[in-house]
């Protein structure tokens, strides 16, 4: 496989400490009293679940603490103000799509960052996920009427139906005395799902379908009109001075691309001091990647977007770590084995290799140049082939075992909760990914476990499943 390495320098946006903030205000979502007028096409509920086969469906379960808009076709919804206005301001929040959905977050009213369902889309332009949409002039050519919007840099985008994490950092415009404008408004930065995708970005202008005129405060906006989508954990802390980069610099980045079929060995972070030593990489031109733990037989990451940052490892001494670049994924919090021989299904999951016979095998390649990782485990010889979706969307998975075994269990996931949404369909903790099990499956069991969820299937011969993220 060809390894293509680039090296470039590059401002590392580590905000200083200390930042002072104005006031700031955790939005209460026990009701609705923090916004203006809201429509009835805004409410509260207690969950809310997307559903991947139909477009614009958000169902609701009655109660607090997610802010959810039902917006159709046939009956369109409102956008919802805030209370308070804000000038210099940092915006954090969650928020989650609904199939083929539409909608936006404004600074001041006025100012949009692109909330779309772009899942699996290789190149994000301005007008999806996180990008700075466009600005807008009726008097130009039918062609050239929308300007000035920004890609993000990479798409970070989760499905729909999983919870997304959007920062935002605001410098609003100044005007003198007169109301005349002295300096523009400027996006310092947003990082999506984990991933810088703006960074110091002027306005010229307010973007398209803005509430007003540029002004010093304005409210915080979100978009109701054109979809269905849920908003929580909303904070806004108004800033009484802009955070700077931290110019201290330092080793410029070596990035490992993946234009076609890649992957590195490595060292894997995986969780605070938790680290697999013996665990390898792998990516493609879907831009979507995944690391796997030799050692354990273990799924440990995916991830939407870029490939590998390696500069941890090969600068300098290096400490053999590497990190994804993209919006990552966790499907574990440490390597545990991924297969192991139980009595029943409620006995506990091994903890180690002893007594197992464990031992890797390495990989093979297949015909697309993608590995298959083989080992044994209990004297039965374990393929196990994790493939990346054509379409982006995630990962496929085949586990196959050369001597069948009632006793012979897979570990799907260990997570705080799991839902099964559909039929064969489950979203994994705190809808960070789904599980979506192949026809035919064995029934999987759910069960509790030091506080946590396990979600463990009997294997047979052969185990398929597909992890959406």
Same mark, same amino acid.
Request: charged residues 25%.
């Given at each position: &496989? ?10 590392? &946006? ?21 916004? =203006? ?18 477009? $614009? ?7 607090? /603490? ?7 076709? =046939? ?11 804000? /000038? ?13 959905? $539409? ?24 007008? $999806? ?68 995708? %703006? ?26 009109? %054109? ?35 890649? &992957? ?34 273990? +799924? ?24 994804? +670049? ?6 574990? =919090? ?9 009595? $029943? ?9 002893? /007594? ?32 990346? &979706? ?52 064995? =029934? ?6 030091? /506080? ?15 992890? +959406?993220?």
């Amino acid at each position: &496989m060809k390894q293509n390495v680039s090296k470039t320098g590059f401002t590392a &946006m580590l905000w200083l400490c200390g930042t002072l903030l104005a006031f700031g205000q955790r939005v209460d979502l026990k009701d609705l009293s923090a916004f =203006k007028n809201p429509a009835n096409s805004w409410s509260l509920a207690q969950n809310v679940v997307a559903d991947l086969n139909t477009e $614009n469906v958000l169902k609701t379960t009655k109660g607090e /603490g997610i802010l959810v808009n039902q917006s159709t076709a =046939k009956k369109a919804g409102a956008d919802l103000y805030t209370v308070n206005e804000y /000038g210099n301001v940092a915006v954090e929040l969650d928020y989650l799509a609904a199939k083929g959905t $539409n909608s936006g977050i404004y600074l001041q009213g006025n100012y949009e960052i692109q909330i779309d369902d772009a899942w699996g889309l290789k190149n994000a332009s301005s007008s $999806n996920n996180g990008g700075i949409y466009q600005r807008w002039d009726d008097s130009k050519p039918e062609a050239e009427k929308g300007f000035g919007g920004v890609a993000p840099r990479q798409n970070a985008s989760k499905a729909p139906g999983l919870w997304q994490h959007i920062k935002i950092i605001f410098q609003a415009p100044k005007f003198d005395a007169s109301g005349a404008k002295t300096e523009n408004a400027k996006i310092i930065s947003v990082e999506l799902n984990g991933v810088l995708i %703006h960074e110091n970005v002027e306005l010229f202008g307010a973007t398209r379908g803005a509430a007003s005129a540029e002004k010093a405060k304005g409210p915080l906006r979100l978009q109701g009109d %054109h979809g269905s989508v849920a908003f929580r954990n909303i904070e806004i802390n108004e800033l009484a001075e802009i955070p700077k980069p931290n110019q201290n610099g330092g080793a410029d980045p070596i990035y490992i691309e993946a234009a076609s079929n890649n &992957m590195i060995r490595s060292f894997v972070d995986v969780a605070p001091r938790v680290r697999s030593v013996h665990a390898i990489s792998v990516g493609g031109p879907e831009k979507v990647a995944y690391s796997y733990d030799l050692d354990n037989g273990t +799924l440990l990451q995916g991830w939407h977007g870029d490939f590998i940052d390696a500069t941890p490892m090969w600068d300098g001494r290096g400490n053999g770590t590497s990190r994804a +670049l993209g919006s990552v994924t966790r499907f574990t =919090k440490k390597p545990v084995l991924a297969i192991a021989k139980l009595a $029943n299904d409620q006995d506990k999951w091994i903890a180690d290799t002893a /007594g197992t016979g464990f031992r890797t095998k390495g990989y093979v390649m297949d015909k697309q140049d993608r590995p298959e990782f083989k080992y044994i485990i209990n004297g039965t010889n374990v393929t196990d082939a994790v493939k990346i &979706m054509e379409n982006g969307q995630g990962l496929t998975r085949e586990i196959s075992v050369d001597k069948p075994s009632k006793d012979l269990y897979f570990l799907l996931a260990t997570a705080s909760n799991i839902e099964e949404v559909a039929k064969g369909l489950y979203l994994v903790d705190d809808k960070s990914y789904y599980l979506q099990l192949a026809e035919g499956s064995a =029934k999987p069991v759910i069960r509790d476990v030091d /506080g946590k969820k396990e979600i463990i299937v009997a294997i047979g011969s052969k185990l398929n499943y597909t992890i +959406l993220f």
